[in-house]
């Protein structure tokens, strides 16, 4: 029997659980995915925790994507590309592999019509945590011209913006304060990695106000990767000024995917995934 987990903290919001279920289901096998709230300081004895009590993997969220890479034996390339690994593999013998399943779900997760327009493209991307720096990796695969982060501390972003600059030298690496964020005319798809607007944090709220989601072009793209609730503030606001939006559900629900065939080495089935998803949120 198959036995996977989340860390991660806060944990209330996630849909974790439901999709990985969906997914043991959609493949006719038995297993369970635990639910395992790990703030940063618990991180050690949680990764004892995994390795004694036979789990063969787990999923990382905010705020561990980054640090648990320090206990990775081994990693895959874009993992190593990101410095940040959103999925563990547990061999037999307790060795830690990890992988970036984030950088798949978020490409995945962008209508084929939207991917064309992005080729040599300037783009914008809030945060930098283990998320954001998958999207610069996953934007840099997508051929942009230039990505802009915006942050609240430039010096944290640095060895993420060194990374891109290194891996991708075609591409224009910049890093800004997010307070300077006033108009988004110039970019051709702006995404949001902070958990800003995701329930059980900051829910209600977005990271950019509403004047300045109104000065996005009416052919760019909003995407938030938050999922809970489905409609944030920011695609609210993107909505109303008519203006493409991607919701983080189909992130999630790709990066699952990828995670669960990396450790079972079968594929589950994306779309009783997303229904399953779907119907815990209407309860």
């Not at 590309?81 to 013998?93: R, V, Y």
């Not at 005319?185 to 059980?200: D, F």
């Not at 793209?221 to 606001?237: A, C, G, H, R, S």
């Amino acid at each position: 029997m198959y036995k996977f987990g989340l860390i991660g903290y806060p944990l209330s919001h996630s849909m974790s659980k439901v999709i990985h279920e969906a997914a043991f289901k959609s493949i006719g096998e038995e297993g369970s995915y635990e639910i395992l709230e790990t703030p940063p300081e618990d991180l050690v004895p949680r990764i004892k925790y995994l390795k004694s009590n036979n789990y063969q993997g787990f999923n990382v969220t905010i705020p561990l994507k980054v640090p648990v890479t320090l206990f990775l034996s081994e990693v895959d390339n874009v993992a190593n590309i990101a410095k940040s690994s959103n999925t563990i593999k547990i061999l037999p013998d307790g060795t830690l592999i990890g992988y970036n399943t984030d950088v798949y779900g978020f490409v995945e997760a962008i209508p084929k019509e939207f991917r064309g327009q992005l080729q040599g493209s300037t783009t914008a991307v809030l945060g930098n945590g283990g998320a954001a720096r998958a999207i610069g990796v996953g934007l840099s695969i997508l051929k942009v011209k230039r990505i802009d982060f915006f942050v609240r501390n430039i010096i944290n972003a640095t060895s993420m913006t060194e990374a891109l600059k290194k891996n991708f030298p075609t591409v224009e690496i910049n890093c800004y304060q997010i307070e300077s964020l006033k108009d988004l005319s110039k970019y051709s798809m702006l995404v949001n990695t902070t958990p800003i607007g995701m329930r059980g944090k900051a829910m209600g709220l977005s990271p950019v106000e509403e004047d300045v989601v109104s000065t996005m072009n009416k052919q760019g793209i909003i995407y938030d990767i938050v999922y809970n609730p489905l409609k944030t503030e920011l695609i609210k606001y993107a909505k109303k000024y008519k203006i493409n939006t991607i919701q983080g559900l189909d992130m999630l629900i790709y990066q699952g995917a990828k995670a669960f065939e990396i450790w079972t080495g079968k594929k589950p089935d994306v779309l009783k995934m997303k229904i399953a998803a779907l119907e815990e949120m209407a309860d």
